[in-house]
């Protein structure tokens, strides 16, 4: 027997997409290894997607009771989030569990090995002294973790990321939320539901500055109405802990902010240099792992999720996943793509975008007409009343005459992204969606008169 061992395909990391990949591939009769350090499911089912939405739902209940008791003149008496944080913790562990995760793999017929794993060579992968050798090659699924900025006395201080958020027993009275992304206004909604008083602080001039002004807008409108401070183009200077609380200095003369708890929402990146990808080739300086159409990373490598750089989302690593699995097997199929990729920020409204952004599609080179309509103006959102902030803005290339992007902001925003997806993933003509029937009364009627209003 030779000094390493041996695997048909190696999968380092089992996020979402590295468990499916895995999984499948033995399905399949491959003899596969995955190599996980922490939880089988990665990320999204135990500190991300999926109890940040539990939570989210909870913060909208709240506040959906406070708008009908508002109504009645009724007061609204807010749950203690312990008790309630507790509850989604014990519900996300029961269907989300590590050991059945694990025991699933095992049970596809593939071998689980708990540790860091790093290349060690084409198609070699190390974990702790232990050395496989693959003999179709190796899928990198690591993800990435919280990019924390280099803010002077930050590193010495007991700041919190997303996962300490999730973890928290109890409510803290402040906290400052470093970062106004998708991550830092839906925590900071959340939180600021439950009573925190929170101030949002985000180096760019806008809120989800990777979206349309609009949906900026729209989200700081939303969390002031929820007594959020909201401060933007601001960046912070100096950051300290004194045992008691947080302070952050932002510099011109402005006064320190001062917070029980300092949440650092700033984006995530990945750690190339620690997976060793220098040793098969690959620049470990690099933002992220450059892939081919079938997400092929080299001979015999692939990579899926968020270590390629096509974003942080969990539906763009199965589908990426789906992809590896076909060309691994040697099953035909159509390369990646990213023209129509969706994405959702969960704040109440829900904001959906998909594809470009007006400003993208100008730097491209298109002539684009653009429209934008708040969804208040639907006999939908006049009938859904307090809470229908939202508009529906269409991006379209006017010489082909589709839609090459489009942003749903709503109370179902996220439902209603759907359609708009298939519209700019199919690059059905403009024409044609004008000609569709609308349901009466829904929130996606708002599309039709967007596509009338294109100017």
Known sequence: ?????????????????????????????????????????????YWACV??????????????AGRVSALAGDA??????????????????????????ADRLVAKGGRLVRGRGRLSGPRRVTVGDRTWEARRGVVLATGTRPRIPPVPGL???????????????ELPGSMVVLGGGAIGVELAQVFARFGCAVTVVEGQ?????????????????????????????????????????????LGDGAEPLRAERLLVAAGRHADLTALGVDTVGLDPAAGAVPTDGQMR???????????????????????Q??????????????DADYRALPRVTFTDPEIGAVGLTERQARARGLRV?????PLASSTRGWIHGPGNEGFIKLVEDADRGVLVGATSAGPAGGEVLYGLNVAVHAAVPVDRLRHMIYTYPTFHRTVEAALGALR
């Open 51 to 64: 109890p940040s939405k539990m939570m989210t739902r909870a913060g909208n209940v709240l506040a959906e």
């Open 205 to 249: 001039d806008r809120l989800l500055s990777q979206e349309e002004p609009e949906a900026g807008a729209l989200a700081a409108e939303v969390l002031r109405a929820d007594g959020v401070t909201v401060l933007t183009g601001a960046r912070a200077q100096q950051a300290g802990h004194d045992g008691t609380a947080f302070t952050l200095g």
């Open 297 to 319: 990373a080299g001979e015999g490598l692939w990579a899926v999720g968020d270590i390629t750089g096509r974003g942080a989302f969990t539906h763009v690593s199965m589908y």
């Open 369 to 373: 007409r653009t429209s934008v309509l």
């Open 1 to 45: 027997m030779s000094a390493n061992e041996q695997a048909d395909v190696v999968v380092v990391g089992l996020g979402p997409g590295g468990e499916y990949v895995a999984g499948t591939l033995a399905e399949a009769g491959l003899d596969v290894v995955g190599v996980e350090a922490e939880l089988v499911g990665g990320e999204c089912p």
């Open 321 to 334: 996943a789906q992809i590896a699995v076909r060309d691994i097997l040697g099953e035909a199929g159509p």
């Open 76 to 101: 609204v008496v807010t749950p203690d989030w312990g008790r309630v944080a507790a509850r989604i913790r014990d519900e996300a562990t029961d269907d989300w569990d590590d050991r059945v995760a």
């Open 155 to 169: 590193g010495a201080t007991p700041y919190w990321t997303n996962r300490d958020a999730m973890a928290a027993k």
